[in-house]
């Protein structure tokens, strides 16, 4: 793979459910990212990881839980899924943690919360 | 979001210019992104800038002006292909990258 990637690429899931997103990338990158993307409101940041094993907390971390566990990987869980998470979630990477670092997204993962 | 302004949608015809405006918050400023996003994919990036002036990449150009808190992203020679949003994401004090809502381009023939 070349990249990141991101599992699912779309889920309809039951308000309750329990949920994991995967997102995977091949760059060696120190820093990932999550975002929610709504219509009309851009890209929020979910939760962020500046290496791995650490984890930080973004604009709208509620209801999420992540895990950096090595530098290739950084998935989320959704806890108890609400229909407010109904959304577009987009994972990135970026070579240093600073803002200033250029971020790569995946693909994205769309998410209905029924 | 968070002080960035961009307007939501903006057209324009194949083979014109046009120009994306994007502003901003002065205070804490450590530069500003321009990112592409067609429908259903991911963002990606087109420009960064830090210092005053112009950048040009080929078709597109990026421009920043610091102390008005104003940047803009210059198409040129507009392709259908270049319908998408455009996304202006600003670094703020923190080093963290804020974005903003983004703006829709319709191009028609």
């Known amino acids: 793979i070349a990249g990141i990637t991101q599992a699912p690429t779309s889920q309809i899931l039951a308000a309750g459910r329990r949920m994991t997103l995967r997102c995977t990338q091949d760059?060696?990158?120190?820093?990932m990212y999550w975002y929610r993307q709504d219509l009309g409101l851009g890209l929020r940041l979910i939760h962020y990881?500046?290496?791995?094993?650490?984890?930080g907390k973004g604009e709208v971390p509620d209801g999420y839980s992540v895990s950096r566990a090595n530098t290739d990987d950084f998935h989320r869980t959704l806890a108890s899924a609400v229909p407010s998470q109904t959304s577009v979630y987009f994972c990135a990477s970026s070579e240093g943690a600073s803002g200033t670092d250029t971020q790569y997204f995946g693909p994205g993962t769309r998410l209905t919360v029924l | 979001g968070q002080n960035i302004d961009q307007p939501t949608e903006m057209t324009a015809t194949e083979g014109a210019i046009v120009q994306i405006n994007c502003t901003y918050q002065t205070s804490g400023f450590n530069g500003l992104f321009w990112y592409q996003q067609h429908a259903g994919e991911a963002p990606t990036f087109l420009s960064y800038n830090v210092l005053d002036g112009l950048e040009e990449k080929g078709r597109f150009s990026s421009f920043l002006s610091r102390s008005k808190g104003y940047s803009y992203l210059l198409l040129k020679e507009l392709q259908m292909k270049d319908s998408a949003s455009y996304l202006c994401g600003r670094v703020d004090s923190n080093y963290q990258l804020i974005w903003g809502a983004g703006t829709k381009l319709i191009i028609k023939p």
């Open positions: 760059m060696r990158h120190n820093a």
């Open positions: 990881s500046n290496t791995a094993g650490t984890t």
